[in-house]
């Protein structure tokens, strides 16, 4: 009997611990490879520009996917309000109107997303996949003629890693301690690893989904605010691919897809850098884009399938 204890206390040791695991070994792989090119200063600075993106929308997507809302309109979400902030600030001429825009923006998209899932009565993610397409045209509609819409006049010059950093550092610990202590995080763990349960237990489903959207609205927000600052543009494939991102990030991270229990927010954090460091080693080592997409998908399935495999061995019935 101890053995037995013991040896499942190795393997949930060893789950609990593999995706950082994972991150250690693929920058030790990386930087064989390329021989030390992939963790040199300029490439580190690319890194970080590119783990901020990942990990502020899959900070917010977590909060949804925990309740079971698959949120698969994020890519969409995110390049209409950037958008529509650009739009407004080059009309206001005022840098801080241009910000407050992607914050009403899109938590009015959480808020039609949340109105549409509650009212049809249907699955979140086929309402947010057909969102996500209807928001990215709509998108191309206000950009209309123009393929690049520059707000670089309204984008003081400099860096603006500090800014980065203190927006990322204040949204994880928001929802960390939302997440993990709060009445919603526990709820929506519930709601999304057993919904008879928690409707038995007096959980409202929907306003789980409400806040898990407007959650979700405030990495949107963010995401897209880092862009307009970033690239002092906005375009048609604007955060293209944020959203499949997002996806094998929080997976890789260490998050099952259907959430519920062991939804966790430090896989937003741990996800997002595995899957930067994945794509940058990738390219600094010479392989080309499309076969970079083939292995984001192997790498998506087979992680996937164990962490699904798992957890569905140890589900409650529905």
């Known amino acids: ?49 590119q783990v901020v993106l990942t990990a502020l929308i899959s900070i917010g997507g977590v909060f949804a996917f925990t309740a079971g809302a698959m949120d698969m309109s994020m890519s969409g979400s995110v390049c209409c309000v950037a958008v529509i902030a650009a739009i407004v600030g080059n009309a206001t001429g005022s840098t801080f109107v241009m910000i407050a825009t992607c914050v009403v923006a899109a938590l009015l998209v959480g808020l039609i997303k949340a109105g549409l899932s509650i009212r049809m009565n249907v699955p979140p993610f086929m309402i947010t996949i057909v969102l996500g397409m209807a928001l990215s045209s709509l998108g191309n509609v206000l950009l209309g003629n123009q393929s690049n819409l520059s707000v670089s006049q309204l984008v003081p010059s400099g860096q603006k890693t500090t800014l980065y950093i203190v927006l990322l550092a204040v949204f994880y610990i928001m929802a960390a301690i939302i997440f993990n202590y709060g009445v919603f995080g526990k709820g929506a763990k519930i709601t999304g690893g057993n919904p008879r349960a928690a409707d038995q237990t007096g959980i409202n489903a929907n306003k789980v989904k409400l806040y898990a959207f407007l959650l979700g ?31 094998v990030a929080i997976v890789l991270g260490g998050m099952p897809l259907s959430g519920g229990a062991k939804s966790k927010i430090s896989a ?50 529905r």
């Not at 954090?269 to 080693?281: D, P």
């Not at 399935?301 to 495999?309: A, E, Q, R, S």
């Open 268 to 317: 937003a954090l741990i996800g997002a850098a595995i899957i930067t460091v994945l794509n940058n080693g990738l390219m600094v080592i010479g392989v080309d884009s499309g076969s970079i997409q083939l292995v984001r998908g192997i790498l998506f399935l087979i992680v996937v399938f164990i962490t699904g495999f798992s957890y569905r061995s140890n589900l409650l019935p």
């Open 217 to 247: 609205a405030v990495g949107i927000a963010l995401t897209a605010i880092v862009i307009l600052l970033r690239s002092k543009s906005v375009n048609a494939s604007t955060a293209s691919t944020v959203g499949m991102d997002m996806m």
């Open 1 to 49: 009997m101890n053995s037995v204890k013991k040896r499942r206390f190795d393997v949930q040791s060893i789950t609990r611990f593999a995706p950082v695991i994972g991150l250690v070994l693929l920058v030790t792989f990386f930087a064989v490879m390329s021989k030390g090119k992939s963790i040199s200063t300029p490439n580190l600075k690319i890194l970080f520009n």
